[in-house]
């Protein structure tokens, strides 16, 4: 066995708090690796939850649509309104809800009223109408369009307005729809269809002499 000098064990002790003190700290890389595994998990926000995380308000529902008697109806007091000749008849189709359109200036002979409404369930309802004018005779046409995917317009409920008469005849395979009608006195005829979803109703009127301006 070899003795050290009690010198040589002296220097060795007292040198020993100073190299403690030289030696370099870990790094976090050095730390094991249960200690990294107190960290977070990856994603983890402390912070509130964004806004596309909160349910999302339910949508108010549709209103009902108008009933089928409903809109005909009103189709069918706008449009023999606007070909009877009355010259207040564009502002009462205005005060009805009818949106107008400038569709040009046809001239001396022809009054055009053009626009469109809306109705609960079918959208945008486009209207049409011009009012002419002969030597001893004025001539009225109206036509309004519009869509019915579901099928819920009965052209039946034209019969009896304003007196008209005819008949429907509807295809079973694709629910295709055609009317035809006209008043008794044979001035007032009307045509109708609704082939894939589309409806398409003409108004035609033979008002008589243009009316009396005061």
């Given at each position: 066995m070899?003795?050290?000098?009690?010198?040589?064990?002296?220097?060795?002790?007292?040198?020993?708090?100073?190299?403690?003190?030289?030696?370099?700290?870990?790094?976090?890389?050095?730390?094991?690796?249960?200690a990294?595994?107190?960290?977070?998990p990856?994603?983890y926000?402390?912070?509130?939850?964004?806004?596309?995380?909160?349910?999302a308000?339910?949508?108010?529902?549709?209103?009902?649509?108008?009933?089928?008697?409903?809109?005909?109806?009103?189709?069918?007091t706008?449009?023999?309104?606007?070909?009877?000749?009355?010259?207040?008849?564009f502002?009462?189709?205005?005060d009805a809800?009818?949106v107008?359109?400038?569709?040009?200036d046809?001239?001396?002979?022809?009054h055009?009223?053009?626009?469109?409404?809306?109705?609960?369930g079918?959208?945008?309802?486009?209207?049409?109408?011009a009012?002419?004018?002969?030597?001893?005779?004025?001539?009225?046409?109206c036509a309004?369009?519009?869509?019915?995917?579901?099928?819920q317009?009965?052209?039946?409920?034209?019969?009896?307005?304003g007196?008209?008469?005819?008949t429907?005849?509807t295809?079973?395979e694709?629910q295709?729809?055609?009317?035809?009608?006209e008043?008794?006195?044979?001035?007032?005829?009307v045509?109708?269809?609704?082939?894939?979803?589309?409806?398409?109703?003409?108004?035609?009127?033979?008002?008589?002499?243009?009316?009396?301006?005061?």
């Amino acid at each position: 066995m070899v003795r050290l000098p009690l010198l040589s064990l002296c220097l060795i002790g007292l040198a020993a708090p100073a190299w403690a003190q030289a030696s370099p700290a870990p790094s976090s890389s050095d730390l094991p690796s249960a200690a990294l595994s107190m960290s977070a998990p990856p994603g983890y926000s402390s912070g509130p939850a964004p806004d596309d995380a909160l349910p999302a308000e339910p949508d108010a529902p549709a209103p009902p649509p108008v009933a089928s008697a409903d809109l005909l109806q009103a189709l069918f007091t706008t449009c023999t309104d606007i070909i009877g000749g009355d010259s207040g008849a564009f502002d009462r189709a205005n005060d009805a809800g009818w949106v107008p359109s400038d569709d040009g200036d046809p001239g001396p002979y022809s009054h055009i009223y053009a626009g469109y409404r809306d109705f609960d369930g079918y959208g945008e309802v486009q209207i049409w109408a011009a009012v002419q004018h002969f030597p001893t005779q004025q001539l009225g046409y109206c036509a309004v369009t519009f869509s019915d995917p579901g099928n819920q317009v009965e052209f039946d409920q034209l019969t009896g307005m304003g007196e008209l008469d005819g008949t429907v005849h509807t295809l079973v395979e694709d629910q295709s729809s055609f009317g035809s009608w006209e008043r008794p006195d044979k001035r007032l005829l009307v045509l109708a269809n609704r082939i894939d979803g589309s409806i398409n109703i003409e108004f035609n009127l033979l008002p008589g002499a243009a009316p009396v301006q005061n």
